[in-house]
């Protein structure tokens, strides 16, 4: 089985702080994946990455960056010089052979203008 | 985007009565999966299909069950529905790279 743990439940920032998203993981598969989703206020899924378990070069997407460790069982998501509109609950969520995804309870990112 | 729809979007119904909902893809990928989301609890899985007439058990399936008679559409039904089962419902497709993308939601409410 699948565990997904985002131990922060809510982070609270001010416009252009950098902010880290923790997640960590458990699983017994050799090969899994790893995502991300954000849902706005407006209560959409988003999905923003998915990063297989043999790959684990980070990866950077403007203001997005993702830090992807197997030795300590994380991926963490940094946004850079966050922005109000970066406001949103962010899931992590694991998946391997059987094509079901777990998610973390997600974080609670607000932004300060 | 996927193309998924749900509907209905917005739902009040009474305990005890039968509710369907209905999950419509444009996409024509093999999975297809129900999920609830619940303050506290994240997206938890009810139910999901890996084909037309393939279903299985999710984590939280007791009180749903669900049918899958063409690729494009997955219905979710409460059979009888409780107070517990008030939630925002989520459907989400994928494929084989285990990417999985979502509708939009489905709100609701049993009074």
């Known amino acids: 089985a699948q565990k997904v743990t985002q131990a922060q439940t809510e982070i609270s920032v001010v416009e252009k702080e950098d902010v880290t998203l923790d997640c960590v993981y458990e699983t017994r598969d050799t090969t899994y994946y790893l995502f991300w989703y954000k849902q706005p206020p407006s209560g959409e899924l988003v999905f923003l990455i998915r990063?297989?378990?043999?790959?684990?070069q980070n990866e950077i997407s403007g203001r997005y960056s993702w830090n992807f460790q197997k030795s300590t069982s994380s991926f963490n998501f940094t946004i850079t010089a966050s922005q109000v509109v970066d406001s949103a609950v962010y899931f992590c969520?694991?998946?391997?052979?059987?094509?079901?995804?777990?998610f973390g309870k997600g974080t609670l990112l607000t932004v300060n203008p | 985007d996927a193309g998924i729809t749900q509907s209905p979007r917005h739902k009040v119904t009474e305990t005890g009565t039968p509710v369907t909902l209905r999950c419509h893809q444009t996409e024509n990928h093999r999975y297809m999966y129900w999920y609830r989301q619940d303050p506290g609890h994240g997206l938890r899985l009810i139910h999901y299909s890996y084909g037309v007439k393939d279903t299985d058990k999710g984590e939280v399936s007791d009180g749903y069950s669900v049918s899958r008679s063409k690729t494009e559409d997955f219905l979710l039904t409460l059979e009888s529905a409780t107070s517990s089962q008030t939630s925002v419902y989520f459907c989400?497709?994928?494929?084989?790279?285990?990417?999985?993308?979502f509708g939009p939601g489905t709100r609701l409410t049993v009074t």
């Open positions: 969520a694991s998946g391997g052979s059987n094509y079901k995804l777990t």
């Open positions: 990063r297989n378990s043999f790959d684990e």
């Open positions: 989400a497709t994928g494929d084989t790279d285990n990417e999985q993308y």
